[in-house]
């Protein structure tokens, strides 16, 4: 459960940073194949992005870590993660 939370947390900070004004859509469509697609959804939606094979592994191994949680759990960490990127804080 660390993982996810550490995940999280580095997600949001990425996308609420004052560094962005807009969320890449794309880095979106990533971080929800991640959570809630299959393995070969996501390696599809990081493929334009050409990662090095060290980039490619590391991903993998963290989609099979988050396929080991409930569904359930996945669904909340996306809501909790859209309630915070559409919060005023992230509105700045």
Not at 45 to 53: L, S, T
Not at 64 to 83: A, E, F, H, Q, Y
């Amino acid at each position: 459960m660390k993982l996810i939370v550490s995940l999280t947390l580095v997600i949001l900070t990425v996308c609420c940073s004052s560094a962005s004004a807009e969320t890449c859509p794309e880095f979106l469509h990533v971080m929800e194949t991640l959570f809630m697609g299959t393995l070969s959804s996501y390696e599809n939606a990081v493929q334009p992005f050409n990662p090095d094979p060290d980039m490619t592994a590391a991903g993998i191994q963290m989609k099979k870590l988050l396929d080991t949680l409930p569904s359930g759990t996945k669904v909340d960490i996306m809501r909790l993660s859209d309630k915070i990127l559409k919060s005023p804080q992230c509105a700045k």
